[in-house]
């Protein structure tokens, strides 16, 4: 088993390390606290390339491999949650969607933009009563003969406020279930469709979370996404690859409050000697950093897995569901570290705490990826997850 790095992506690393101290921590804490939306710094993301990582180069992307995508997430979402949130939707969900599954005509047209940054995509699924339970769409889009009248709402839509274009699923024929279920790129500036009030959330402030109201959109047959009843399909197959996004994100957040609580440790004194001395907190540190490096070998096997045109399905659930979780208990752990310092803004843990529980809920809960988890283990013949050779061929 090869555990290096190649050239390339440790230039990916070590860019986006870079670009998240020099370009993100300024600031940081009033963009949280004010619930600014990361304009300059999004618009430096997206001249550095990280908007459209994944994309081909025939289509303006960097045409780089998922592993690459994740050291990047993991840097950013040490230091600005909101920025990688926004990162992760326009490629994981949005790009790699229209790339994968869209018409030649759809990526001409959109994809280019997107993936340079020109214009920011988001993912609409979510509605008040269609959370975890996907096939619940309430919104439907109905065929008018040359094109779909679009009618409903979406929640929590990250980017909801700021993109131009939304990948929207929608019900097109209530009777035949999720197998009537479509997919649709919208634009924002069409007729009918309305942004709600920015959400004022625990974490990510700065990023825009909105719900959004279709009313009689008239949507062209050209921008359905694959054939008549896909959508469900679609949505399933987009949110696997996300899941690496979003475990990347919860990655960086464990990696982020580790080293933080490191760097303390050693700064601060206790009974005349650094508290990193102590074995309470010796252990503490000890405690995440396993939890760490165990995050960090799921969420690169599952980007792995993809890359080598594997099934990723398991490996991403339970890539997001251990990263989520050790980033809630290496966050909480470093508040803890810093004492009375942890609870003040000033030392970046409680942002990160604040920042971890959403990896447990967006792009699927935690007893969403279980479901998918214990789902697959059980329809084997035995208990163990395929060992993969470098070809990504059953070894």
């Known amino acids: 088993m090869v555990f290096e790095l190649t050239e390339e992506q440790l230039a990916v690393q070590e860019a986006a390390r870079e670009f998240a101290e020099k370009e993100?921590?300024?600031?940081?804490?009033?963009?949280?606290?004010?619930?600014?939306?990361?304009?300059?710094?999004?618009?430096?993301?997206?001249?550095?390339?990280?908007?459209?990582?994944?994309?081909?180069?025939?289509?303006?992307?960097?045409?780089?491999?998922?592993?690459?995508?994740v050291l990047a997430m993991e840097e950013l979402s040490k230091?600005?949650?909101?920025?990688?949130?926004?990162?992760?939707?326009?490629?994981?969900?949005?790009?790699w969607g229209i790339e994968q599954y869209g018409t030649e005509e759809q990526k001409q047209k959109y994809l280019t933009k997107l993936s340079t940054g020109e214009w920011i995509g988001a993912f609409?699924?979510?509605?008040?009563?269609?959370?975890?339970?996907?096939?619940?769409?309430?919104?439907t889009a109905i065929d008018m003969g040359d094109h779909y009248l679009?009618?409903?709402t979406k929640n929590w839509i990250t980017n909801g406020g700021t993109s131009q274009v939304h990948l929207v699923i929608a019900q097109s024929d209530k009777e035949a279930g999720h197998k009537g279920i479509n997919v649709f790129i919208v634009e924002t500036s069409w007729d009918g469709v309305a942004i709600g009030a920015k959400e004022d959330k625990l974490g990510i402030r700065s990023s825009d979370t909105h719900s959004i109201m279709y009313s009689d959109v008239k949507v062209?047959?050209?921008?359905?996404?694959?054939?008549?009843?896909?959508?469900?399909?679609?949505?399933?197959?987009?949110?696997?690859?996300g899941r690496i996004g979003?475990?990347?994100?919860?990655?960086?957040i464990a990696a982020g409050?580790?080293?933080?609580?490191v760097a303390y440790s050693k700064e601060r004194e206790a009974f005349g000697k650094p508290i990193s001395q102590h074995q309470a907190v010796a252990f503490k540190l000890a405690d995440m950093a396993t939890k760490l490096e165990a995050a960090r070998l799921l969420v690169y096997r599952a980007a792995w897995l993809k890359d080598q045109g594997a099934d990723y399905a398991t490996a991403s659930a339970m890539a997001k569901v251990y990263a989520s979780e050790a980033a809630m208990w290496n966050s909480t752990e470093a508040v803890q570290v810093h004492g009375g310092y942890g609870f003040v803004k000033e030392y970046h843990v409680e942002r990160l705490m604040r920042d971890a529980k959403i990896t447990q809920i967006y792009e699927g809960t935690s007893e969403i990826q279980r479901i998918v988890i214990s789902r697959d283990i059980l329809r084997k013949d035995n208990l163990y997850l395929p060992i993969l050779s470098a070809d990504g061929e059953k070894a």
């Open 79 to 95: 230091i600005d949650n909101s920025c990688s949130v926004i990162m992760s939707v326009n490629n994981s969900l949005v790009c």
């Open 220 to 241: 062209p047959k050209e921008n359905r996404i694959g054939e008549n009843g896909f959508g469900f399909k679609f949505a399933m197959k987009t949110l696997s690859g």
């Open 124 to 139: 609409c699924l979510s509605e008040p009563e269609a959370g975890s339970d996907a096939t619940s769409q309430q919104t």
């Open 257 to 261: 409050s580790y080293e933080l609580a």
């Open 24 to 69: 993100l921590k300024e600031g940081v804490i009033d963009r949280d606290r004010d619930m600014t939306y990361p304009k300059e710094q999004v618009r430096k993301m997206a001249d550095l390339g990280f908007l459209g990582m994944m994309v081909s180069t025939k289509y303006g992307g960097g045409g780089m491999d998922t592993l690459s995508y």
């Open 150 to 152: 679009l009618n409903g």
């Open 246 to 252: 979003i475990a990347a994100q919860a990655l960086g």
